[in-house]
């Protein structure tokens, strides 16, 4: 039997789902476009962020996840700063997406830690935390890495986080189907 917050969130896999969707879309626009401007990879980032934010926002919301949904705010605070300035500087973006980065692992390694007694295998949410924060690190460390380097670091970044994301999304899915919900009288809104 789910947990109400478990059932809650096995009954939306989909949005963590298309969240690794669109993080894969992301790594293979920029693996096969590496010629693309700056500009373009600070817009292209920026929709990335935002949209990401939105439904890590929607779903931290809906299941009072206050850590997913702060993790949501910050992707749309980047999103919308990086979209509205894009004249930024090659090293004020690497910052930026550094920063980003590590906020979001230290968030999924809480939300891992919350998820250990509802779910198996939450080290896949630990496991792409871990990857976030060392992608951050990495990108603050060598801040004068090429354009070119730094695009496809970027790319398969989100090319792993995508892929653990939607790992994660059917796991969700399957508990959701052989398991029946919670039956306490809590119902989600």
């Known amino acids: ?3 109400p917050m478990l ?19 992301f ?4 693996y096969f476009w590496p010629g693309l401007t700056l500009f373009a ?20 919301a809906r299941a009072h996840w206050w850590t997913v949904t702060i993790f ?8 919308i700063a990086t979209i509205f300035r894009p004249d930024i500087t090659a090293v004020a973006l690497l910052s930026f997406i550094a920063v980003w980065a590590i906020l979001r692992g230290v968030l999924e390694i809480a939300a891992a830690i919350r998820l250990r007694k ?23 460390m060598y801040p004068g890495a090429g354009a070119l380097s730094v695009i496809w670091v ?8 995508g892929v653990m994301m939607l790992a994660l999304s059917f796991r969700l899915r399957g508990m959701g189907q052989h398991h029946p919900p919670h039956t306490d009288g809590w119902h989600p809104a």
């Open 1 to 3: 039997m789910l947990t």
């Open 7 to 25: 059932d809650l969130v096995s009954r939306n896999w989909w949005m963590l789902a298309l969240r690794g969707v669109a993080a894969i879309l």
């Open 27 to 30: 790594a293979f626009c920029a």
């Open 41 to 60: 990879l600070v817009i292209l980032f920026g929709v990335y962020a935002f949209a990401d934010g939105i439904m890590a926002a929607v779903v931290g």
């Open 72 to 79: 949501g705010l910050v992707g749309i605070a980047a999103g």
């Open 118 to 140: 509802e779910i198996d295998n939450e080290w896949w949410l630990v496991l792409s935390g871990v990857l976030s924060i060392a992608f951050g690190v990495a990108m603050v």
């Open 154 to 161: 970027i790319a398969t970044y989100a090319l792993i986080v």
